[in-house]
């Protein structure tokens, strides 16, 4: 199923079943959107790879996930297939990866251009799904399919003047996921995005005190992460969901996008 077609979420109790028994890798899951996903998936039956550079705390959420910690450094190719070859053989496969390991940029374009931030950010926001994906597919195909989330955010929606880099990002993830959305599907592998606003986590830290003076609430976590569980049991593929406080999540409807033989507006 398309993206505009819109994916069914599966009820909660159904939700529960399906994911019973899968074997999920979490990156950047020590702590924030990671973190809550991880328990999320574990509670709801999964066995659970928690995947991160910090390993203090990716040891703790392991531990109280019942499953794995593996250190990893998701802009490294190579890491990122020790991962999956960890998962396997720990779990003897992999049927869900979700690609959360994240960082804020920390530079513009202009005068405070830091080349080194700018890799940094693009390796973890960007390669780091390009190369997990690369890295579990094989996985995935070895059971028949599975489902991939990768986290975006309402960056990778719309314009974001005061972290263009951040923005550019997480737009190319929100690219990838509709394109790989419908080219996977015949293989029965599911990817999608997930596109939360200031959600709580460390990247919202130097935040807080402009979202707490203008009134913008920080998204739970767990709202996140109920909504990752939403998108695995559901259907859909090629689609970006993304969570506003107020709303309720739900796929973005990318209408009236030109394209070959499509003019502009129709």
């Not at 596109?195 to 996140?224: H, K, N, W, Y």
Request: aromatic share 4%; charged share 20%; proline share 6%.
């Amino acid at each position: 199923m398309t993206a505009a077609e819109g994916g069914a979420a599966a009820p909660q109790e159904e939700q529960n079943t399906a994911l019973q028994g899968k074997v999920a890798i979490v990156t950047g899951a020590a702590s924030g959107l990671g973190r809550a996903t991880a328990l999320a998936l574990a509670r709801a039956g999964a066995r659970v790879v928690v995947a991160d550079l910090d390993a203090r705390g990716g040891r703790d959420v392991a531990d109280m996930a019942g499953g794995h910690f593996r250190a990893c450094d998701v802009s490294d190719l190579e890491a990122n297939r020790a991962l999956v070859e960890f998962t396997q053989e720990t779990y003897g496969g992999v049927d869900i990866a979700l690609l959360n390991a994240g960082v804020a940029t920390g530079c513009g374009v202009g005068e405070d251009f830091d080349p080194a931030r700018y890799r940094r950010a693009m390796g973890a926001n960007l390669d780091g799904v390009v190369f997990g994906t690369h890295a579990v597919l094989p996985a995935l195909r070895a059971r028949g399919g599975g489902s991939i989330v990768a986290t975006a955010s309402l960056a990778g929606l719309a314009a974001v003047p005061l972290d263009p880099l951040y923005g550019a990002n997480k737009h190319a993830v929100v690219g990838l996921a509709r394109s790989l959305g419908p080219a996977l599907a015949p293989e029965n592998v599911r990817f999608n995005a997930v596109c939360p606003g200031f959600a709580e986590s460390r990247i919202i830290d130097p935040l807080r005190g402009m979202l707490s003076e203008q009134g913008l609430p920080v998204i739970p976590a767990e709202t996140v992460a109920d909504t990752v569980l939403r998108i695995l049991t559901g259907d859909g593929t090629g689609e970006c969901w993304f969570i506003q406080a107020g709303r309720e999540p739900e796929p973005f409807r990318f209408r009236n996008v030109p394209g070959p033989g499509r003019p502009v507006g129709v």
